[in-house]
T-cell receptor, first 111, second 113 residues
Framework: ELKVEQNPLFLSMQEGKNYTIYCNYS?????LYWYRQDPGKSLESLFV?????AVKQEGRLMASLDTKARLSTLHITAAVHDLSATYFC???????????FGEGTQLTVNP | KAGVTQTPRYLIKTRGQQVTLSCSPI?????VSWYQQTPGQGLQFLFE???????NKGNFPGRFSGRQFSNSRSEMNVSTLELGDSALYLC????????????FGPGTRLTVL
């Protein structure tokens, strides 16, 4: 059974600082997604990573994938308050034909 | 392009009742997946439907069931509700299945009293 672990689960940071969220998974997968969820809202797709070494960037967020290490990172550059949300990684489970989500990282950016 | 819609948005039921939730996917999407989100268990996969057939099922009791219609709209049903069924139920649509990006609806917040 695929296990997906994110850390940290809670992250409080100051505006202007950089930080990284980590997503580890336990078995081979060929795709990984990052989603954002605002309080009381649904999930919004941010990135899909399909191959080893893939890197995607959008604004202050950059996601990368290392399939050999079974690790994805979501890097936040010069955080702003608008980035406050919960971020989920989701890993495609080939054998189970489904997505398995991490626990989520609740990010709070303080002025 | 209209997004995924779910109805109703909020529901309050009592233990033992049953409930039906509805999901309309993005036009052209044939895959609909359902997830349960709770603070304790996070996001858990319930099942996926494609072209009116259930292709995959998560680890939930038989009280949880679903179906998909020819227009790709989907419903999920929970019978004999338990307190632990209180959750946000999210529907996601995708073009062909789990290998495609899932687009999530706003969810139905179910409270069981």
């Amino acid at each position: 059974e695929l296990k997906v672990e994110q850390n940290p689960l809670f992250l409080s940071m100051q505006e202007g600082k950089n930080y990284t969220i980590y997503c580890n998974y336990s078995t081979t997968s060929d795709r990984l997604y990052w989603y954002r969820q605002d309080p009381g809202k649904s999930l919004e797709s941010l990135f899909v990573l399909l191959s080893n070494g893939a890197v995607k960037q959008e604004g202050r967020l950059m996601a990368s994938l290392d399939t050999k290490a079974r690790l994805s990172t979501l890097h936040i550059t010069a955080a702003v308050h608008d980035l406050s949300a919960t971020y989920f990684c989701a890993v495609g489970e080939t054998s189970g034909s489904r997505l398995t989500f991490g626990e989520g990282t609740q990010l709070t950016v303080n002025p | 392009k209209a997004g995924v819609t779910q109805t109703p948005r909020y529901l309050i039921k009592t233990r033992g009742q049953q409930v039906t939730l509805s999901c309309s996917p993005i036009s052209g999407h044939r895959s609909v997946s359902w997830y349960q989100q709770t603070p304790g268990q996070g996001l858990q996969f319930l099942f996926e439907y494609f072209s009116e057939t259930q292709r995959n099922k998560g680890n939930f009791p038989g009280r949880f069931s679903g179906r998909q219609f020819s227009n790709s709209r989907s419903e999920m049903n929970v019978s004999t509700l338990e307190l632990g069924d209180s959750a946000l139920y999210l529907c996601a649509s995708a073009l062909g299945g789990w290998r495609d990006t899932q687009y999530f609806g706003p969810g139905t917040r179910l409270t069981v009293l």
